[in-house]
């Protein structure tokens, strides 16, 4: 028996509404994927898990005045890739600018950690330990050395 176009059933308006949904949630959640790579740097690609995340500033470049970084807080050199901050009065810290959850650059230092907006990781100023994740492990230091009021990457 053979069954022609004609007597097959229209799809019904709930069948089609249904699909359309189906369709547009399978694009919204393939856009979702796609976005944790936007912010992964091209070059961290390249690089091993353990080279990725250290600072590529150039030695002996002159980062900031000691009074620029406030106590308690940092700042960011996205330029360097360093973070600097002052836990403690004259206690300066260094450490990478890319969480290490997926290399996302970190944009704050508030509240005694720094910042990645990607994903919620957050940082201690004071050693760069993960303090919420998903980061799985610290920020990587980066020399310093502060001589006078100034701040060099060494």
Do not use: W
């Amino acid at each position: 028996m053979t069954i022609s176009k004609e007597q097959l059933p229209a799809p019904s308006r709930r069948s089609v509404v249904a699909a359309a949904g189906v369709v547009s949630l399978a694009a919204a959640l393939a856009a979702c994927g796609e976005s944790d790579d936007a912010y992964d740097s091209d070059d961290a690609a390249d690089k091993s898990p353990d080279e990725a995340g250290k600072p590529g500033g150039a030695a002996g470049a002159v980062l900031a005045k000691t009074s620029e970084i406030p106590v308690g807080g940092g700042k960011i050199f996205k330029e360097e890739g360093v973070v600097v901050t002052q836990p403690t009065e004259g206690e300066f810290k260094a450490f990478s600018n890319r969480c290490t959850h997926k290399q996302c650059p970190v944009t704050s230092v508030e509240g005694g950690t720094i910042n990645c907006p990607c994903h919620g990781s957050k940082f201690a100023i004071a050693d760069g330990s993960v303090k919420a994740s998903p980061a799985p492990k610290p920020l990587p230091t980066a020399e310093i050395r502060v001589d006078g009021d100034s701040i060099t990457l060494a």
